[in-house]
């Protein structure tokens, strides 16, 4: 079975300063992962996908992860946060067929304070 | 950039009554899913749906629940009799001819509110 989690409910950091966001997943079978971000009262948008080939995975905004299949981690980075990064950001992993559904963590909302 | 426009953006029912959520997936795109995510909670799974039929479906896809691509554009989430539990954001998604690898598009959603 798959399943997420999304170390920290919350995170704040300074701007300017690392962004570090963890996700963790169990998986019975090689996964898919995603990151998602949604910003206030709007939908999921798409920040970046690890499906197969390199593990360091680049997104929009400046975001990225590296899947880590020994640690089960595909934790989201940016160097330099800025405040329009605030917003709530979901990990989720699929089965890695064409027909998966999402599996989704809690979320971690990420507050980036002047 | 291509988009998945759900309406209506907010809907407010009575307990009991019918409601239909309706989705106008990315127009090439051929696997159609359902989410919802109470407040406070995570997004979960609903249904998915490809050739026109249910592919999979979660343990919350109960008989009150049903699925339709009436035209060949929309695709429609039906709660027969609602409850004050469904109440939550409900999210319609597709995905490209390679499915879930191609990565999912997600509609703005409908927040449906059952009073």
């Known amino acids: 079975a798959q399943s997420v989690t999304q170390l920290g409910s919350h995170v704040s950091v300074s701007e300017g300063a690392l962004v570090l966001l963890r996700c963790n997943y169990s998986s019975s079978v090689p996964p898919y992962l995603f990151w998602y971000v949604q910003y206030p009262n709007q939908g999921l948008q798409l920040l970046l996908k690890?499906?197969?080939?390199?593990?360091l995975v680049k997104g929009i905004n400046g975001f990225e992860a590296e899947f880590k299949k020994s640690e089960t981690s595909f934790h989201l980075t940016k160097p330099s946060a800025h405040m329009s990064d605030a917003a709530e950001y979901f990990c989720?992993?699929?089965?890695?067929?064409?027909?998966?559904?999402?599996?989704f963590g809690r979320g971690t909302q990420l507050t980036v304070w002047p | 950039e291509p988009e998945v426009t759900q309406t209506p953006s907010h809907q407010v029912t009575q307990m009991g009554q019918e409601v239909i959520l309706r989705c106008v997936p990315i127009s090439n795109h051929l696997y159609f899913y359902w989410y919802r995510q109470i407040l406070g909670q995570k997004v979960e799974f609903l249904v998915s749906?490809?050739?026109?039929?249910?592919?999979?479906k979660s343990e919350i896809f109960d008989d009150q629940f049903s699925v339709e691509r009436p035209d060949g554009s929309n695709f429609t989430l039906k709660i027969r009799s609602t409850k004050l539990e469904d109440s939550a954001m409900y999210f319609c998604?597709?995905?490209?001819?390679?499915?879930?690898?191609?990565?999912?598009?997600f509609g703005s959603g409908t927040r449906l509110t059952v009073v």
């Open positions: 998604a597709s995905s490209g001819p390679s499915g879930v690898g191609y990565g999912y598009t």
């Open positions: 690890y499906t197969t080939g390199a593990t």
């Open positions: 989720a992993v699929s089965r890695g067929s064409t027909l998966g559904r999402l599996y």
């Open positions: 749906f490809y050739n026109n039929e249910i592919s999979e």
